[in-house]
Antibody, heavy 115, light 111 residues
Framework: QVQLQQWGAGLLQPSETLSLTCAVY????????WTWIRQPPGQGLAWIGQ???????SYNPSLKSRVTISVDASKNQVSLVLKSVTAADTAVYYC?????????WGQGTPVTVSS | QSVLTQPPSVSGAPGQRVTISCTGS?????????VHWYQQLPGTAPKLLIY???RRPSGVPDRFSGSKSGTSASLAITGLQAEDEAEYFC???????????FGTGTTVTVL
């Protein structure tokens, strides 16, 4: 059964770079797209972007200038980098399997941006 | 930027039927894109509940059903149970925004 395990720094200062990794276990990594989604405190979900095993990406236009999603197929890992963070980027970040609908999801990584 | 509108909350007694609406526009649901639904229990990651408007992933009880018509979609829960207390989100694709969008979310309370 597929499992997604996430990790990364949880506290950042404004203008720093957010970096998260999601490892995929128990599934053929190459068969799917992998998506990042975030959820600000007490708010709804927001799609960040997605990637397939060969590196084809699509991003939320509102974040496109600051975000990079990459894959390391040899390690079955997907990474998210978000540059120049502000308080508005404070959220729980999730990775999930899928292109259109997504599931299962990782456990989520809370990220707080504060000076 | 939620372009899919859901009621903030719905409630019902155990055993009752509740429905959650997801209202979009001609650039998302009305453009023919599928609608998907997720259940988020308190303090946990969301879980896929309904995909392609009306299909249930393996393991999801048939008490949950989805439908789509025009620029809207609906999620119905029949035989409401205490374990159904959660936040529910719809999701679709939006041409204007150039990506995937989620609904505003609906809290289901079992009275």
């Amino acid at each position: 059964q597929v499992q997604l395990q996430q990790w990364g720094a949880g506290l950042l200062q404004p203008s720093e770079t957010l970096s998260l990794t999601c490892a995929v276990y128990g599934e053929s990594f190459t068969n799917y797209y992998w998506t990042w989604i975030r959820q600000p405190p007490g708010q709804g979900l927001a799609w960040i972007g997605q990637i397939n095993y060969s590196g084809v990406t699509s991003y939320n236009p509102s974040l496109k200038s600051r975000v990079t999603i990459s894959v390391d197929a040899s390690k079955n890992q997907v990474s998210l980098v978000l540059k120049s963070v502000t308080a508005a980027d404070t959220a729980v970040y999730y990775c999930a399997r899928g292109f259109d609908y997504v599931g299962p999801w990782g456990q989520g990584t809370p990220v707080t941006v504060s000076s | 930027q939620s372009v899919l509108t859901q009621p903030p909350s719905v409630s019902g007694a155990p055993g009752q039927r509740v429905t959650i609406s997801c209202t979009g526009s001609s650039s998302n649901i009305g453009a023919g894109y599928d609608v998907h639904w997720y259940q988020q229990l308190p303090g946990t990651a969301p879980k896929l509940l309904i995909y392609s408007s009306s299909r249930r992933p393996s393991g999801v009880p048939d008490r949950f059903s989805g439908s789509k018509s025009g620029t809207s979609a609906s999620l119905a829960i029949t035989g409401l149970q205490a374990e159904d207390e959660a936040e529910y989100f719809c999701q679709s694709h939006d041409n204007g925004l150039g990506g995937y969008v989620f609904g505003t979310g609906t809290t289901v309370t079992v009275l």
